[in-house]
């Protein structure tokens, strides 16, 4: 998966916005993309180095996912009971993570 193509998934589902909120604290060292639903991030990564993504998860959930998975893990610089990183390339196929995906613009739709 390459990031031309994830962007455009994540475009593709139901009123999805994107941004780049954070870069005023980078100071241009690195770019955060957001994808948002009604107002709510559902995931972002850095585009300078496009290796994870981080999204909305159930809690519980998320045990789960890490023990099947090493590409799981803690999410970059977001709450750990609801957020978790995806490494790209790793051992998750790019259909479950993109079917992550579109459970967290799934959970923050209908839970915000």
């Not at 009123?15 to 909120?21: F, I, L, Q, R, S």
Request: proline share 4%; hydrophobic share 35%.
């Amino acid at each position: 998966m390459n990031i031309e193509d994830f962007r455009e998934y994540c475009l593709s589902l139901p009123d999805t916005t994107e941004g780049t909120p954070f870069e005023k604290f980078s100071k241009g060292k690195f770019t955060i993309l957001v994808f948002y639903v009604n107002g709510h991030m559902y995931c972002y990564f850095n585009i300078d180095d496009f290796s994870a993504i981080t999204i909305k998860c159930e809690p519980e959930r998320i045990a789960q996912l890490k023990e099947r998975y090493i590409a799981v893990t803690e999410p970059y610089n977001g709450n750990k009971k609801h957020w978790i990183s995806i490494t790209l390339h790793a051992d998750m196929p790019d259909n479950e993570i993109l079917a992550l995906v579109r459970n967290s613009h799934h959970l923050v739709q209908h839970h915000t």
